[in-house]
């Protein structure tokens, strides 16, 4: 049998140029820019969910409050806001003395909107506070006929609402 020639003959290797490595001052500027790009992501993370906190504070109070300012319209509705608020016993001992306080109030008071308006509207001040356990909210609400309505609140209980 005759010698057959081989069909494809491979061309040899062509040398390819070597590989160029980073210097050392080009690794240390990318992971410097990486390290920079992740602590500004960071501190706009922790920012963020600051403003978040910050804005949504005594969101859970504000309902309690703005029901609260619609049942305060007759003294029946006052005495069974001042039942379902046993904190309340802190600033006024009876309910009698609840009911009074409340009648002085109602010529300035208003009802309040189910969403709490902004901080930055000037309507609302909140504080929050949380100290030896007990987690305290206060909500001042600045009403129409000039005179604000203050809310304390601790542990998630109303203890006092005033009127100034």
Same mark, same amino acid.
């Given at each position: 049998? &005759?010698?057959?020639?081989?069909?494809?003959? /491979?061309?040899?290797?062509? &040398?390819? /140029?070597?590989?160029? =490595?980073?210097? #050392?001052?080009?690794k240390i500027a990318l992971g410097c820019g990486l390290l920079i790009m992740m602590a500004f992501g960071g501190c706009g993370v922790a920012v963020f969910w600051?403003?978040?906190?910050?804005?949504?504070?005594?969101?859970?109070?504000? $309902?309690?409050?703005?029901? %609260?300012? #619609?049942? %305060?319209?007759?003294?029946?509705? &006052?005495e069974a806001e001042y039942r379902s608020h046993p904190g309340l016993a802190e600033a006024y001992p009876t309910s009698d003395d609840f009911v009074g306080a409340v009648r002085l109030w109602r010529p300035s008071l208003e009802? %309040?909107?189910?969403? =709490?308006?902004? %901080?930055?509207?000037?309507?609302? $001040?909140?504080?929050?506070?949380?100290? #030896?356990?007990v987690s305290s909210v206060e909500l001042s609400v600045n009403l129409t006929s000039g005179k604000r309505l203050v809310a304390q609140w601790k542990n998630k209980q109303l203890t006092d609402l005033t009127m100034e």
């Open positions: 049998m &005759a010698e057959q020639e081989p069909i494809f003959t /491979p061309e040899p290797a062509q &040398a390819l /140029p070597p590989k160029r =490595k980073m210097s #050392n001052g080009v600051c403003g978040h906190a910050m804005t949504s504070a005594g969101d859970t109070e504000w $309902a309690d409050l703005s029901r %609260l300012t #619609n049942d %305060l319209d007759t003294d029946a509705g &006052a009802h %309040l909107p189910e969403v =709490k308006p902004p %901080l930055m509207s000037g309507k609302v $001040a909140s504080k929050v506070q949380y100290m #030896n356990g």
